[in-house]
């Protein structure tokens, strides 16, 4: 299949960026936008082949990642300061990666408790939608939403109520003063 280049793939009129950045500045979670390098937000959207029609293209050009809630969630860009690696490292896209792909998945987000978001590409049944692996139980689990509504409910959803277990007193100070990073290795699960 030949792949279709950067150019047409960044070159609507129709990008998705403004309607991400409103959906950010309407939602009442906190965020940070991470830059992006023009030359990795190239070579990562070309990787995916995915337009900046599209929630996941915009973000993965127009960003190195975003972080919410202090940063205890990252979800995943074309790489940056403040976000460990990016859509192509932690799935295995690049050419001299030494890292392999989740079969049917594509990690979009990881969080501070050890678990990753992934987009279902065929593992459950091409659903589209993002399921978590989750860090206690090492199983997967439906969020039931495309990118689009994760997208959304990473911007205006009450995130503490997904991790009820895992947070403590303190907890977002130490996110801003450490950060936090969770090596892609633990994707060999």
């Excluded at 799935?91 to 978001?117: I, P, Q």
């Excluded at 993002?130 to 939403?145: I, Q």
Aim: glycine share 14%; proline share 2%.
């Amino acid at each position: 299949m030949d792949k279709v280049t950067v150019q047409e793939l960044a070159g609507s009129e129709r990008d998705a960026w403004d309607e991400v950045q409103q959906l950010l500045a309407d939602g009442c979670n906190e965020y940070s936008i991470v830059s992006s390098d023009p030359g990795a937000a190239d070579d990562t959207l070309y990787r995916l082949q995915v337009s900046t029609r599209s929630y996941l293209g915009t973000v993965a050009y127009r960003t190195g990642g975003i972080l919410f809630d202090h940063g205890w969630i990252r979800l995943l860009g074309s790489g940056g300061a403040g976000i460990f690696g990016s859509l192509t490292d932690w799935n295995g896209l690049k050419d001299d990666s030494d890292r392999t792909a989740l079969e049917g998945m594509l990690v979009v987000a990881y969080d501070a408790a050890g678990g990753f978001f992934a987009l279902d590409t065929g593992r459950f049944g091409q659903t589209g939608h993002v399921y978590y692996f989750a860090p206690e139980t090492l199983e997967w689990g439906s969020t039931e939403l495309a990118y689009s509504g994760f997208l959304n409910w990473l911007a205006e959803g009450d995130l503490g109520l997904f991790y009820p277990s895992f947070r403590w007193e303190g907890w977002q100070e130490e996110m801003r003063r450490q950060g936090f990073r969770l090596l892609p290795a633990a994707l060999g699960a």
